[in-house]
């Protein structure tokens, strides 16, 4: 039985500047599962860094509601956010916002401040492949291997979902497919729901579920019965 961890129902987050009005979500319903890879897709501007925003207690919808697991998002207060967000949530952006003067342990250890449920930073370490480099600093370190870093804070905490913001924006192609590859090993060890927001659609094909985005609308929503591996897919 698959279970909801997010239902949206109308939701519009619509911002006016000067005469102009963008909706940058129009009217957007829809529910996530538990345990799933999501995928929300969609070019440039589409709409998707704001899905991640409401979804994610950053930014407030303009109307409409956000259940996470039983309770309205939207009608939080800002300290209930902060904890929703402390408590639930691991973030993953194209930027890998690594402290620098941080070794990549003490960077991955940051991420399980505040939390209950906290793993093992040497078996997170031991998953993205970065036992070695445990006592290097961020400027020693590859794209890849900070992108890992990243992966890896986000998820020392154990959170229930995981959201990537373009996670291989900036990495080649093979590079991009391990940290897919980690994103899915981490979905299937942990039952991590992971989101993923790309413009990448070979990146579609690893997904339980995939929305499409198109000009603030969702244009279509594809459930995959067959899922495949990172290693496999093409790149656009
Ligand atoms: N803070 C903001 N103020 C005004 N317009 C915004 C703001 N944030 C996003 N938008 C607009 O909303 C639309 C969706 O943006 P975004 O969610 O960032 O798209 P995507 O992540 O798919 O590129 C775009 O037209 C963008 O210009
Ligand atoms: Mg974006």
């Given at each position: 039985m698959k279970k909801v961890i997010y239902t949206l129902k109308n939701v519009m987050k619509t911002y006016e500047s000067f005469s102009e009005i963008t909706h940058?979500?129009?009217n957007v319903s829809f529910e996530l599962y538990k345990g799933q890879v999501i995928v929300i897709l969609g070019p440039s501007g589409s709409g998707k860094s704001t899905m991640l925003n409401v979804l994610s207690g950053i930014d407030n919808p303009t109307s409409g509601q956000i259940i996470f697991d039983k309770v309205?998002?939207?009608?939080?207060s800002e300290k209930e956010l902060t904890e929703y967000r402390e408590k639930n949530l691991g973030f993953i952006f194209q930027?890998?916002?690594?402290?620098?003067?941080?070794?990549v342990y003490e960077n991955v250890e940051l991420g399980s401040h505040l939390s209950e449920n906290t793993l093992d930073i040497a078996e997170i370490l031991e998953i993205v492949g970065l036992s070695e480099m445990?006592?290097?600093?961020?400027?020693?370190?590859s794209g890849g291997q900070m992108q890992r870093v990243a992966i890896a804070r986000a998820v020392a905490k154990n959170p229930k979902v995981l959201f990537c913001d373009e996670?291989?924006?900036?990495?080649d192609e093979k590079v991009g497919k391990q940290t897919l590859k980690l994103l899915q090993d981490i979905n299937k060890k942990y039952n991590t729901t992971v989101i993923i927001v790309t413009h990448?659609?070979?990146?579609?094909?690893?997904?339980?579920m995939v929305i499409k985005m198109n000009s603030g609308k969702v244009v279509s929503i594809t459930e995959n019965e067959n899922t495949i591996d990172a290693n496999e897919i093409g790149w656009a």
């Open positions: 940058a979500l129009d309205n998002i939207e009608k939080m930027s890998y916002n690594l402290i620098p003067n941080l070794t445990k006592h290097k600093f961020p400027y020693q370190l996670p291989t924006g900036a990495l990448n659609p070979a990146i579609a094909l690893l997904a339980n």
